[in-house]
């Protein structure tokens, strides 16, 4: 793509809406999400002219973000003691039975793809993750969202490699539980 049809920065803040939602999801802090946006805005001004069209303006918006995601992950786990892994709320093994088999067979869900193009889906599951407690929200978020290797999110987090996998398996297991009694229970668009 030539400099003359690259992004516009009118064009970029458009997206500054979904960014922010993003960030947030990532950061669980609105004022460090509005920095990480505004860091990424900028630098996506600035490198407008690389911008080589291989993806749309919002994708690639979100890969600057991601970096500047990771760039305040790095600066508050060098300001801040890591988290504990303690369990914080429901007993996971309540979930399974002695021999392993889940106690309680989950809940069948209609239509999983369905659910993902209702925004209300991502509603309920921004109040899962932010319900989670923080390393482990940001150690789901950076693996099934931003798609970072294990290496990476132990770097990131100053965590063993089997503490990242216990985190995000207890991720999954709580965010289960969580989507199923406010979404899929409860019936699309009646989470609340």
């Given at each position: 793509?030539?400099?003359?049809?690259?992004?516009?920065?009118?064009?970029?803040?458009?997206?500054?809406?979904?960014?922010?939602?993003f960030?947030?999801?990532?950061?669980?802090?609105?004022?460090?999400?509005?920095?990480?946006?505004?860091?990424?805005?900028?630098?996506?001004?600035?490198g407008?002219?690389r911008?080589?069209?291989?993806?749309?303006?919002?994708?690639?918006?979100?890969?600057?973000?991601?970096?500047?995601?990771?760039?305040?992950?790095?600066?508050?786990?060098?300001?801040?003691?890591?988290?504990?892994?303690?369990?914080?709320?429901?007993?996971?093994?309540?979930?399974?039975?002695?021999?392993?088999?889940?106690?309680?067979?989950?809940q069948?869900?209609?239509?999983?793809?369905?659910?993902?193009?209702e925004?209300?889906?991502?509603?309920?599951?921004?109040?899962?993750?932010?319900?989670?407690?923080?390393?482990?929200?940001?150690?789901?978020?950076?693996?099934?969202?931003?798609?970072?290797?294990?290496?990476?999110?132990?770097?990131?987090?100053?965590?063993?490699?089997?503490?990242?996998?216990?985190?995000?398996?207890?991720?999954?297991?709580?965010?289960?539980?969580?989507?199923?009694?406010?979404?899929?229970?409860?019936?699309?668009?009646?989470?609340?």
């Amino acid at each position: 793509m030539s400099p003359e049809s690259s992004p516009t920065p009118l064009e970029m803040e458009r997206h500054r809406p979904y960014l922010l939602r993003f960030a947030l999801l990532q950061l669980r802090d609105r004022s460090a999400a509005e920095d990480a946006v505004q860091e990424a805005l900028l630098a996506a001004i600035q490198g407008a002219s690389r911008f080589a069209g291989q993806s749309s303006v919002r994708t690639w918006l979100v890969g600057i973000l991601k970096h500047k995601i990771i760039d305040s992950v790095r600066k508050a786990s060098r300001e801040q003691p890591i988290e504990s892994l303690e369990d914080r709320g429901e007993d996971l093994d309540a979930f399974f039975a002695d021999d392993g088999h889940f106690a309680e067979v989950p809940q069948q869900w209609a239509s999983p793809e369905r659910s993902l193009e209702e925004r209300g889906f991502f509603d309920a599951l921004e109040r899962c993750l932010q319900s989670l407690p923080r390393n482990t929200a940001r150690a789901f978020t950076m693996r099934e969202v931003m798609g970072l290797e294990t290496d990476e999110i132990c770097k990131e987090l100053r965590i063993s490699t089997s503490n990242c996998w216990v985190m995000l398996y207890r991720a999954r297991m709580s965010l289960r539980a969580c989507l199923e009694r406010t979404w899929f229970l409860a019936g699309p668009g009646k989470a609340g």
